[in-house]
């Protein structure tokens, strides 16, 4: 089954450190997402990618993240500082505009920010 | 307003008991497409189905069934015979060719415990 891989799965770090997640989206995939999970707010859109353009931006902070596809099989999510308020789940998604086969979600990465 | 509303936060049933996740879905687009996807407590999200706006046949995968009614705006999945593995948090999504641009609106999620 193809997968959508991302790393790490586990990340604690100290506030003010600088976070890098990664996700290889499914080959042939052109559609990414990028979700934050938690107890409070449940799936937060933070980027949308197509074609590694961002559609969509609006629900990430941007004073300290940033979202890009430096090429199709690469996407990355990094803060810079971190704050203990960006401990959350991340997912990546992937799949074709219309999700037709539905979108394909990774195994998220748990970051905490102590 | 929400977009997508999951109004049972929980639903508790004991094991074989038939079990429906109700979802209502609020939108202008006459192109739309509604997902369900299944979080269990390790976490993944798995996707389950997706519908478009213009097949209102009911769907059935084993003891999982989804009736898409246009007329009340709502994709409501219902479990046959659940069973203790279907305990999960279940998601219903509307993704919108124009508003949304594709882009998943999510609704709260229904947290489905199983008793055996």
């Known amino acids: 089954d193809a997968r959508v891989t991302q790393t790490p799965r586990d990340k604690v770090t100290e506030m003010g450190q600088e976070v890098t997640m990664r996700c290889q989206p499914i080959?042939?995939?052109?559609?990414v997402f990028w979700y934050r999970q938690t107890m409070m707010q449940g799936l937060e859109l933070l980027a949308y990618?197509?074609?590694?353009?961002?559609?969509?931006d609006s629900g990430m902070p941007k004073d300290r993240f940033s979202a890009e596809m430096p090429d199709a099989t690469l996407a990355t999510l990094k803060i810079q500082p971190s704050e203990p308020r960006d401990s959350a789940v991340y997912f990546c998604?992937?799949?074709?505009?219309?999700?037709?086969?539905?979108?394909?979600f990774g195994s998220g990465t748990r970051l905490t920010v102590v | 307003a929400q977009k997508v509303t999951q109004a049972q936060t929980e639903i508790s049933v004991v094991e074989k008991e038939d079990v429906t996740l109700d979802c209502v879905y609020e939108?202008?687009?006459?192109?739309?497409?509604l997902f369900w996807y299944k979080q269990p407590p390790s976490g993944e999200l798995v996707f389950l189905i997706r519908?478009?706006?213009?097949d209102e046949q009911n769907e059935i995968s084993g003891r999982y069934s989804w009736n898409f009614q246009k007329s009340t705006s709502s994709f409501n999945f219902t479990i046959t015979a659940s069973q203790v593995v279907d305990s999960a948090v279940y998601f219903c999504?509307?993704?919108?060719?124009?508003?949304?641009?594709?882009?998943?609106?999510w609704g709260a999620g229904t947290k489905l415990i199983i008793k055996p």
């Open positions: 998604a992937s799949g074709s505009p219309t999700g037709l086969l539905g979108y394909t």
């Open positions: 080959l042939g995939h052109n559609t």
């Open positions: 990618f197509r074609n590694r353009a961002p559609l969509d």
């Open positions: 939108t202008r687009d006459t192109t739309y497409y």
């Open positions: 519908r478009n706006s213009f």
């Open positions: 999504a509307l993704s919108e060719a124009v508003d949304s641009n594709y882009q998943l609106i």
